[in-house]
Structures are given as C-alpha cells and as structure tokens.
C-alpha cells in the first residue's frame, strides 16, 4: 500500500470514529470524555432546554423563619382591593375564629395564628366561661364554621381600630366564595348588628341587614324567646311587696264620721245636740258647749 493510501485510510477511521462520537447520548459523551487519557481540550455542549422541578405547595407548610408557606390565592369577586389573604386555624364561637395570614399585611403583619373577632355583629355565647350558652348559640358556631370551615381560604379587612381590650383582631372577613361573612350571619339571623366605635366601615349595609331577618323570625329571632338585644327592649318590672305576715286589722273608727261645718255656723246662739243629727265638729272655744270630753267632736251621742 502507497503512502498516499495509508493516509486516506487513517482519516476514514478517525471521521468514523468522530461519527461514533456524535451518536452517544450527552452523559455518556461527558463519561467517555472524563475517562480518556487524552490531553486534547473537549468543548461541552450544554441543552438549551433544561429540566425545572414542579413546584409542590402545602396546604399547612411552615419554612424555617416560621412564616406559612401556604400558596397566595386570586381573590373572588365581591371581596375589596385592600383584604388579606389568611387560613382559618380554629372556630371558637359565632363571632371569634382564629386565623393566621398567607403573607404579612395590613391588617395582619405577621403569619402567626392569632385570634379574630368580627366587626360590627354579636353571636349568642355558646364559650364564655362566665356566661351560660345562649339560645341559638350552637347554632351560630355552626353556621360560622359553614361560611368559614377550618383550614380554608378567607380574606380579612381591618377597620379604624385594629384589637380590642382582650387583644383580639377586629376583621371584616369574606368567605372562600367571596361571600362576606359578617354581613350573613346578621341576614341568616345567627347574629345581631351591634356598632362598635369608632369601627364603622360597612355599619350601613349591616344595620340594614336585621330589620328584615326579624321581620320574617330569620333564626335566633323566631326561634329564642329572647334575642339579640330583645333582652335590652324587655321591662323588667318588680312585683308588689308581700303583706307582713300577722299584721294586725285596722282599728275601727271610735266614733261615727262627724258632720262637717261648725255649730256655730248652722244653727243660732241657743243651739244644742238635740238640733243635730249625729256628732259635730265644734268651733273653736266650744262656744256652746257641745263637746263634753274635749275631743273636738261634739254631740257624741247623737251617733
């Protein structure tokens, strides 16, 4: 074999040996690469598509700093501009759950679960420790846990003054179906409105709410005896004083009722007991002597 065909043959094996080379997979082009001896340079070709992993969001996932790490949800129609994202942690009663917010914010500037009461409504107590359970009490916790069940999405809005004496939040809050729940506890009758200053912010459209759940007994107020703020409207009036046991009878008149009139303005200056009926009021000084036992009464016997 010539020189001139020796040195075709060599380039043939080295372009299919580089064609070997362009099949192999990207890894195993990296693997051959790392484990040849060759000191040549190698350029690696990186994809231009790359593998990203899916996300995986918790319903009740906390990160390191304690923060939540639930996923931030597109608000329904009906809820305002300027609510929270927040998840409902606990039911206490018909006006109170405890929540605890997505992100920090207005009204909430921190993640961790602290304990709500709702503006502008009161619910029957069903929790107090001080105050027995009320008519309709169990019925409101109910329906509050309806609207808003524990682990589910709401939306909170804060009002002028942010907690009240026992630190609680005081929230407007909407429902996971943007249904503003304050307002429907009063329309459903599972709550009265009740202003509670200088909080105002939807007082018009709440207090228009319970003259019409009255009017048609809507829950609590055709169910209880006494609802809401009824127990305000009742008089309570006291009962008579009994009698003292044993009293003894009133005395009886020692004398018949005498006539009115003086003597002396009747009858002349010869007047006497026989000109009269039955006793007499005299005259001062007893001008005629009609009052023998100085009582102010005369003619006794004429009785």
């Not at 003292?244 to 010869?270: C, E, F, H």
């Amino acid at each position: 074999m010539t020189g001139t065909a020796k040195m075709v043959v060599a380039v043939a094996g080295v372009a299919a040996l580089a064609g070997i080379g362009i099949g192999l997979a990207p890894d195993q082009e990296r693997s051959s690469v790392s484990n040849s001896t060759s000191s040549a340079p190698v350029t690696t070709v990186t994809p231009s598509a790359q593998f990203v992993s899916p996300t995986v969001e918790s319903d009740d996932v906390s990160t390191t700093s304690g923060q939540s790490n639930e996923g931030i949800a597109i608000a329904p129609t009906g809820v305002p501009a300027d609510a929270q994202q927040a998840v409902v942690r606990r039911i206490v009663d018909g006006d109170t759950l405890a929540v605890a917010a997505v992100t920090a914010g207005a009204a909430l500037a921190s993640t961790s679960t602290v304990d709500v009461r709702l503006l502008e409504i009161n619910a029957p107590e069903t929790k107090d420790p001080n105050t027995p359970v009320q008519c309709f009490g169990p019925e409101a916790t109910a329906e509050l846990t309806r609207l808003a069940p524990v682990g589910s999405t709401v939306w909170v809005q804060r009002d002028q003054e942010l907690r009240d004496r026992y630190g609680r939040y005081l929230l407007y809050i909407w429902d996971p179906r943007g249904e503003f729940v304050n307002l429907s506890l009063v329309q459903s009758g599972h709550a009265e409105a009740v202003l509670y200053q200088p909080n105002d912010k939807h007082w018009s459209m709440i207090s228009a709410a319970e003259p019409t759940a009255r009017a048609t007994n809507a829950g609590g107020w055709g169910t209880c005896p006494v609802f809401g703020d009824r127990a305000q409207e009742m008089v309570t009036t006291q009962p008579p004083a009994p009698a003292p046991q044993n009293a003894p009878p009133p005395p009886p008149p020692s004398q018949p009722p005498a006539q009115t009139g003086l003597p002396n303005q009747r009858m002349g200056p010869d007047t006497d007991c026989s000109d009269y009926p039955g006793p007499v009021v005299v005259a001062p000084g007893d001008p005629h002597r009609l009052d023998r036992d100085d009582d102010g009464i005369g003619c006794d016997a004429n009785g």
